[in-house]
């Protein structure tokens, strides 16, 4: 993409200019390299100069939401939530999520590699992808509430509307952390791009809601609990009768281990791309 050309080089105490000489002298300088919270603060600031700079992104970042809570909300027009509006807003999410971080490793991997070289911090490198994709998935969970609101009944009450925000957002984060993982996997933007669709279907299929009598069944039990919708729908589909903190609890928890799962399957995998 033409605006990452244009993005600076962080600077790790030699300038990609000087990189050529110090290879050749056999040292990478003398100078300190900044810590992970320098690196993490610099990396944040040009992740977000980087998403604000196309605004064709932008506008596809904020205008999906749009589009889809508004699909959700015109299906069940001026009707109450039900199992499967739960089940759509999770597939939103997760689709979200997922599609937000496919791309913004690979599509910049030269720049990831050179900076490497000069002790670029693999978790400040996806630490801070992963806080700007945290607010991208707030503000897109907004929105998708947003509209449906618009058409359709949601869960009355303060409780039920932050409820429905704070799971939607974590399944949408929990996503993002396995578009990272995918994207520090892929050879190309394409490729990962082509990748999601193949990880998000079989958590569809996968589920309860459409499984349904057969969820039962020994796979399709053990494969459901590996997948983000299902804790993301548990968390969401509780509001058909009332808040039980119980499950909330473990729904978000189960969320979290599996964005940590993601997140240090992608360091891994970032290490071995060093040996």
Not at 8 to 22: R, T
Request: aromatic share 8%.
């Amino acid at each position: 993409m033409a605006e990452l050309d244009d993005m600076p080089d962080l600077d790790l105490g030699v300038s990609v200019a000087e990189s050529a000489d110090v290879a050749a002298a056999g040292s990478a300088g003398t100078r300190e390299r900044p810590g992970f919270a320098s690196q993490y603060d610099t990396l944040v600031d040009r992740n977000l100069a980087l998403l604000f700079s196309s605004f064709r992104g932008l506008f596809l970042l904020l205008g999906q939401p749009v589009l889809l809570g508004y699909i959700i909300g015109l299906a069940w027009r001026n009707a109450e939530a039900e199992p499967t509006t739960y089940f759509s807003m999770t597939i939103a999410a997760v689709y979200l999520g997922c599609m937000n971080a496919c791309c913004v490793i690979v599509r910049e991997r030269a720049i990831y590699d050179r900076e490497r070289m000069f002790d670029l911090s693999i978790w400040a490198y996806l630490l801070a992808k992963l806080m700007v994709l945290a607010v991208v998935s707030a503000v897109q969970s907004a929105l998708l509430l947003y509209m449906q609101a618009r058409s359709m009944h949601l869960p009355p009450g303060l409780a039920n509307h932050a409820t429905l925000y704070v799971v939607l957002t974590c399944a949408s984060i929990t996503a993002s952390g396995l578009g990272l993982l995918i994207s520090t996997c892929a050879s190309s933007a394409y490729g990962a791009v082509i990748a999601v669709p193949s990880l998000i279907v079989p958590q569809i299929v996968f589920s309860e809601v459409v499984l349904r009598s057969h969820i039962d069944k020994k796979i399709p039990s053990i494969a459901e609990n590996f997948t983000i919708t299902k804790w993301c729908y548990d968390g969401l589909a509780m509001l058909a009768d009332e808040i039980d903190g119980g499950i909330l609890v473990k729904s978000l928890a189960v969320l979290a281990l599996q964005l940590a799962a993601f997140l240090f399957l992608g360091a891994f995998k970032l290490k071995l791309d060093d040996l």
